[in-house]
C-alpha cells in the first residue's frame, strides 16, 4: 500500500477489509456500485464485489436503511450509505424507533449488525440542507453506537470495529476531511469503539474535538503553543460509548476544558461532556467549562457566513485566552 492514503481513499479500503475477511458483509445505497460514491468513498468496491455484494438503490433513505434492517436482522451484515447526513431525517423513524430497539425489545434473540455510513459536516458551502453535522441527533437516542474519525487510520480502524459491532452503528464521514491525508494502518488493523485519543499533550487546557474539528484542534493548539499555553488535545472518536475516563485524565493534569464541536451550541454533544465533567470532575476545575460550538442558525451558502457559524481556530483560540487569563 502507498506510504499515504487519503480519509476518502480510507473508507473504501476499511470496508474492502471487512468484506474480504466476511462474506456476511453487503453494501447498499445510491450510486455506491459502478459510480463509486459520489464522494468517491466506495471506489473499487463493486469491481471487487461485484453486484451480488455491492447493490445500487433508489433514491430512497427510508428503502436502504429499511432493507438494511431486515438484512441485518437475518444474519448479514449490511453497510448502508446515506448520502448526506442531513438525510438521515427521511429514515428517522427506521434510525430513531426500530433498529435500536430490536435487540432490546427482543430479549438479544435478534441483533442487528449493521452501520449506517453517511457524509457529515460543514465548511464546504454546501448550503443549508446539505452541511449539517448530525452526530447529535443520534445522540439522542439510546442503543445507536456513533463513530466520528478524524484520521484516515481511524476510518480504517473503526470502520473494522463497526462492521464486526453485533450492534448499529451511525459511522460519520466528514466531507471536509475527505481530502486530507494519513499514514495508511497496517493489516488487521482495529479501533474499539469508546476508546478516545490523546493526540497532542499539554499541561495548561484540555481541547476535546471531534471529527473536522480534531485538525481545528489542533491548529489552535500550534498558535496557542507559541504564546506559551501548551494544550491538550482530545479526539473523542466516538460519542456512543463516550470516553468520560481519557477526558477526566487529561482534565486532571490540566484543569482547564474547552470543547470543540461543529454541532450547533443547543443540543451539542459538548453539553453531555460538560454536564459529565461537573458530575464527576468538578473538583479537577480551576475555571470555568467554555463550549466551542456551531451557532444555532441554518448553515449558510455563502462562505464568509459559513465561517461564522462554524468553529475556527480564531474562536478557539480567544476562548482558550479567556480561560487562561481567569
Avoid at 464485489?49 to 433514491?59: H, S
Avoid at 436503511?65 to 436482522?73: D, K, L, Q, T
Wanted: negative net charge; contains cysteine; aromatic residues 6%.
Amino acid at each position: 500500500m502507498a506510504d499515504v492514503i487519503t480519509y476518502r481513499e480510507a473508507v473504501a479500503e476499511g470496508i474492502a477489509r471487512e468484506m474480504r475477511r466476511d462474506a456476511a458483509v453487503v453494501c447498499l445505497g445510491e450510486d455506491i456500485g459502478e459510480a463509486g460514491g459520489v464522494f468517491k468513498t466506495t471506489a473499487g468496491l463493486f469491481e471487487e464485489f461485484g453486484p451480488e455484494r455491492v447493490w445500487d438503490t433508489p433514491i430512497s433513505e427510508q428503502a436502504i436503511v429499511g432493507a438494511a434492517m431486515g438484512a441485518a436482522m437475518t444474519g448479514i451484515r449490511p453497510v448502508a450509505e446515506i448520502m448526506f447526513s442531513d438525510f438521515l431525517a427521511c429514515c428517522w423513524d427506521y434510525l430513531a424507533n426500530e433498529i435500536p430497539k430490536v435487540r432490546y425489545m427482543t430479549g438479544g434473540q435478534v441483533t442487528v449488525p449493521l452501520v449506517v455510513r453517511t457524509a457529515n459536516g460543514g465548511g464546504l458551502g454546501f448550503g443549508a440542507q446539505h452541511s449539517q453535522a448530525t452526530e447529535n441527533w443520534a445522540l439522542t437516542v439510546p442503543g445507536l453506537k456513533i463513530a466520528a474519525p478524524a484520521t484516515p487510520a481511524d476510518v480504517i480502524g473503526m470502520m473494522a470495529a463497526s462492521i464486526r459491532s453485533d450492534d448499529p452503528v451511525v459511522f460519520f464521514e466528514h466531507k471536509g476531511l475527505l481530502a486530507s491525508k494519513g499514514s495508511p494502518p497496517p493489516p488487521d488493523h482495529v479501533v474499539e469503539l469508546g476508546r478516545a485519543a490523546v493526540v497532542r499533550e499539554g499541561a495548561d487546557v484540555t481541547l476535546v474535538a471531534l471529527a473536522a474539528m480534531v485538525p481545528v484542534a489542533l491548529r489552535a493548539a500550534a498558535r496557542l503553543a507559541e504564546e506559551g499555553v501548551e494544550a491538550e488535545v482530545v479526539d473523542l472518536r466516538c460519542l456512543v460509548p463516550l470516553d468520560m475516563s481519557t477526558v477526566l485524565a487529561s482534565l486532571a493534569r490540566t484543569s482547564r476544558l474547552v470543547t470543540v464541536e461543529e454541532n450547533p451550541y443547543q443540543g451539542g454533544w459538548g453539553a453531555t461532556v460538560v454536564s459529565v465533567v461537573a458530575d464527576e470532575g468538578f473538583g479537577l476545575l480551576d475555571a470555568p467549562v467554555r463550549r466551542v460550538a456551531g451557532e444555532c442558525v441554518p448553515l449558510p451558502f455563502a462562505d464568509v457566513l459559513e465561517e461564522r457559524v462554524i468553529p475556527t481556530v480564531d474562536k478557539v483560540v480567544a476562548t482558550v485566552r479567556d480561560l487562561t487569563a481567569y
